[in-house]
């Protein structure tokens, strides 16, 4: 099959990690026999080169500059490569990736698959400050991101609560398919070694670790916060590390300094993807923390998938796609909160053998379910799906 697969970010950029998403599922339809072109958006536009990944996969960028020729300009491009394709997948709802895919798909009458993996519009809501132009983007985003999934042929949803409310929008259910986030489970295992990370910021103690961006909808205050009541209430000698970067990294730093973490916690900054399962590596406990929310109950979060690959024992609040992906494989918490987290915590550290027990069943889960080998067999389903829909229109 011919999978022409279109993203919006920059899949070379650390400041967009979650393309990674994109890039994992591509390998897994080279290994599996078929063909990938895969179009991103460069963050920065220096005219950039169509390349061939080490994998095969054929990656094509296209410049996300604002302005109608570009606009039209990436839709004949689009229309050019659909040509290729047996069918065209694109995830996410922006519209400087997701019109042009759609039209090209129509144009030469190619079967259309969405790839719905974030509910953007409450993510925008939650990282933006109210202001008419908010007003107006905002309700465009909600236009695309109601409309997108009842003109394509399939969609595939990373969770329950994006399925269902794929659902309300009207979309039939056999048109819906699961696409869940997995793991590289042979990139991220438990034979990886973390020793690298501990000499490099000179860690001694458990090293307890919150993986991810540093922006709104992530809740990395409430990690912060949980290594406040574990240091300075419960008076552990505990190291904490947050691995990533964004937008919010300095006022989180700021509420480390107000909380007395000084020496306690660790910024790393942003990391490259190759280097995550060394830091994951290098921790003793990994925590998931999250509020109940929009956000929060439609995600399917990959820091996760990247913990159980990793076999290594997690905290994670209870909310969402959490529970399921988890299975047993680590400790619910209730949403946001810190004294459940922090004594979920002490109760790994303080039980080598629940410890152990739930590293293994960490890495089983990525075994059999949470796998990026599986999510790519579900979207091969779903691709199959659309042509057949498409060929009855």
Request: hydrophobic residues 40%.
């Amino acid at each position: 099959m011919n999978i022409l697969m279109v993203h919006p970010h920059d899949i070379y950029s650390s400041i967009e990690p979650w393309t990674v998403r994109i890039v994992y599922i591509a390998k897994e339809f080279i290994k599996m026999g078929h063909n990938v072109k895969l179009v991103y958006f460069p963050l920065h536009w220096d005219g950039q080169k169509i390349t061939e990944t080490p994998d095969g996969i054929t990656v094509i960028p296209l410049s996300r500059k604002h302005g109608p020729h570009i606009f039209i300009s990436n839709i004949l491009k689009l229309c050019s490569l659909a040509g290729w394709a047996n069918v065209i997948h694109f995830q996410k709802c922006f519209y400087h990736a997701a019109l042009p895919a759609v039209i090209a798909g129509i144009l030469r009458g190619k079967p259309l698959h969405y790839d719905w993996d974030d509910w953007e519009l409450k993510i925008y809501e939650v990282s933006t400050k109210p202001s008419p132009l908010r007003d107006v983007i905002r309700d465009f985003l909600k236009f695309l991101e109601n409309t997108l999934p009842k003109v394509v042929d399939t969609v595939s949803c990373a969770s329950q609560r994006l399925k269902e409310e794929c659902e309300n929008l009207g979309v039939d259910r056999f048109r819906i398919f699961d696409a869940h986030v997995g793991a590289d489970i042979e990139r991220f295992n438990p034979d990886i070694s973390g020793d690298s990370i501990r000499q490099k910021y000179k860690i001694e103690k458990p090293l307890i670790l919150y993986l991810g961006q540093l922006h709104g909808g992530q809740y990395v205050e409430t990690f912060i916060q949980t290594a406040s009541r574990l240091i300075n209430d419960y008076k552990k000698d505990l190291t904490f590390m947050i691995a990533g970067d964004g937008y919010q990294a300095g006022e989180l730093k700021k509420l480390g300094q107000r909380l007395n973490l000084n020496g306690k916690l660790i910024f790393t900054g942003a990391i490259p993807h190759e280097l995550v399962p060394q830091y994951i590596a290098a921790a003793d406990v990994c925590l998931a923390c999250f509020e109940e929310n929009e956000v929060t109950l439609c995600k399917s979060p990959l820091k996760i998938v990247e913990y159980l690959a990793s076999g290594k024992a997690i905290v994670a609040s209870n909310v969402g796609e959490v529970p399921r992906m988890i299975g047993g494989a680590g400790i619910l918490t209730p949403p946001g909160d810190i004294n459940s987290l922090a004594e979920g915590v002490l109760k790994i550290l303080q039980d080598p053998v629940l410890k152990n027990n739930l590293e293994k069943l960490a890495r089983e889960r990525a075994e059999k379910e949470y796998n990026w080998a599986v999510t790519a067999g579900n979207l091969l389903n779903a691709y199959e799906k659309a042509i057949q829909i498409h060929k009855t229109k």
